[in-house]
């Protein structure tokens, strides 16, 4: 509850009334303050606590919804949201970003198949159309919650491969574990729109925001060794990118 945070207003100032509230509980969510799944009080309680109107308040809670710190539970009220995962663009892979980040990753094999490829894969991975590859889908959760729909494409016989070892470890770790001295990676990010499964595996609404990635991963003699085609929720998942002057 949000009884015992201190938020303090400076009516005087040209900063809006809702923006001060909406920064300062976002400031305690950061700090920890307010753990995920914490309680705010209801928007009367808050309202008369800071001596501000309801609709003041109600618009301090919907700019942090949007901003996806908090969410509204039919029966529940408002509460914090588990932290955004946040993973510097490099060439590792989701589980181990997590693992590392104490997210406690886990993995929802959804397909592990030999499968013809299709021409654009084929072109991607050096190999004839038609070929058979390793298709592979999983659903990666992070505390608990789903954050990614995972699609990737492997030549056959890369790697020792099974569902027991993908829902324990991750790919690259598996793959460097099979002797694969993955070097370089192309990879472009985007946004789209959920589709309806994907909504549903997500926990999302149809059309929710989705970032998007795509790699293809070489080894040190060139080769495509793999190719991945990714959906993260928008709201759970940011990518931070150093830039360099050169």
């Known amino acids: 509850m949000t009884r015992d945070l201190a938020i303090d207003l400076d009516r005087s100032s040209p900063v809006p009334l809702y923006f001060q509230v909406a920064e300062q509980i976002a ?22 606590k800071l001596g501000l109107s309801r609709p003041t308040i109600r618009q301090a809670i919907q700019y942090l919804v949007d901003k996806g710190l908090l969410v509204r539970k039919r029966g529940v009220g408002t509460q914090v949201v588990h932290g955004q995962v946040k993973r510097s663009v490099e060439l590792t892979s989701l589980y181990d ?32 159309t038609g070929t058979e590859i ?30 027991a070892d993908l829902e324990g470890r991750g790919l690259y770790e598996l793959l460097r574990g099979a002797g694969v001295r993955m070097r370089v990676a192309n990879q472009r990010i985007g946004a789209r729109s ?15 925001p989705l970032l998007t990635m795509i790699r293809t991963t070489y080894d040190d003699q060139g080769r495509a060794v793999e190719h991945g085609s990714h959906v993260y929720r928008a709201s759970h998942y940011s990518l931070e990118v150093t830039l360099i002057e050169r």
Do not use: C, M
């Open 194 to 208: 959920a589709s309806q499964s994907e909504a549903k595996l997500l926990d999302e609404r149809r059309g929710a």
């Open 97 to 128: 970003d997590l693992r590392r980040a104490g997210q406690e990753p886990a993995t929802q094999v959804l397909a592990l198949e030999p499968r013809p490829v299709d021409e654009d894969i084929a072109g991607i991975l050096g190999v004839e």
């Open 134 to 163: 390793l298709y592979l889908e999983r659903l990666r959760f992070a505390a608990g919650e789903p954050l990614a729909v995972l699609h990737n494409w492997l030549p056959l016989g890369l790697a020792p491969l099974t569902a």
């Open 27 to 48: 400031e305690a969510i950061r700090r920890g303050d307010l753990a995920p799944g914490s309680r705010l009080d209801n928007e009367i309680l808050l309202a008369d």
